[in-house]
């Protein structure tokens, strides 16, 4: 099941709002224009952010996610006819020849298992075309920065046109290495409703993801660092 912060109605209404700008989201467009994509799948999709934006330059678009609050914010948005919206994961994608499927906002640490993580490079490999590519992000696990949420986490109060104000705690709740859990908190103060969610990550080292990706008949053609937090992801390039 989805976190509360994408499936519950209220939080996915104000997640965009909670996240701030996603100074990520042009190196995506970037890499798309690099390799001539147009036609991508976006895993993960969520709100949309990055799916109306591949849209909007020409692209036919894929958005897929299992959180169906999620994306009925998306399909509120503008432009969102220009995109096929899909419930579901990237094993309900069909074989429709991608040249490109990318999975932002580290949307792969969601995947704990092995057999989860398995079947989500299954489906992202069906569903591109050969030689098409996969490109996602994800923290490197060395620079342990669970320690800098611990140290950093606290309260943050956002003023939400048309909802109002919302107050956000976050904290961690549990480091046990490739694990780490954490909680937040959200306050509406309209009607008082507070709403918690519950969040696990997996941290997979380089070699790893490399390994895991060679097991599924990817490539890896590049690893890079991510522009808006140098250090501390990596960014996979890999083919089909």
């Known amino acids: 099941m989805p976190d509360a912060i994408f499936a519950d109605p209220r939080l996915a209404a104000v997640y965009d709002a909670l996240e701030g700008e996603r100074a990520d989201l042009k190196a995506y467009l970037d890499i798309a224009d690099e390799l001539g994509a147009g036609r991508v799948l976006d895993v993960g999709c969520g709100t949309g952010c990055l799916a109306l934006l591949l849209a909007g330059t020409g692209r036919e678009v894929v958005g897929v996610d299992p959180a169906a ?15 096929a919206w899909v419930l579901g994961d990237a094993s309900t994608v069909p074989a429709v020849g991608m040249d490109l499927a990318v999975m932002t906002g580290n949307v792969a640490q969601v995947f704990l298992t092995d057999d989860d993580w398995a079947r989500t490079l299954q489906g992202v490999h069906a569903a591109l075309r050969p030689g098409g590519h996969l490109v996602f992000e994800t923290r490197r696990p060395e620079r342990r920065i669970w320690e800098e949420w611990a140290a950093g986490f606290g309260r943050s109060t956002y003023d939400i046109p048309g ?39 997996r941290f997979r080292s380089r070699h790893e993801v490399e390994e895991s990706l060679a097991a599924h008949g990817f490539h890896v053609r590049d690893v890079r660092e991510a522009p808006d937090r140098r250090g501390l992801e990596f960014v996979f390039l890999a083919q089909r």
């Open 163 to 201: 909802i109002g104000s919302v107050e956000q705690s976050s904290e961690v709740t549990d480091v046990s290495p490739p694990f780490v859990s954490f909680r937040g908190t959200y306050t509406f103060q309209s009607d008082g409703a507070v709403i918690t969610s519950k969040s696990t990550l």
């Open 69 to 83: 609050a999620s994306l009925a914010i998306a399909r509120s948005k503008e432009g969102a006819d220009r995109v």
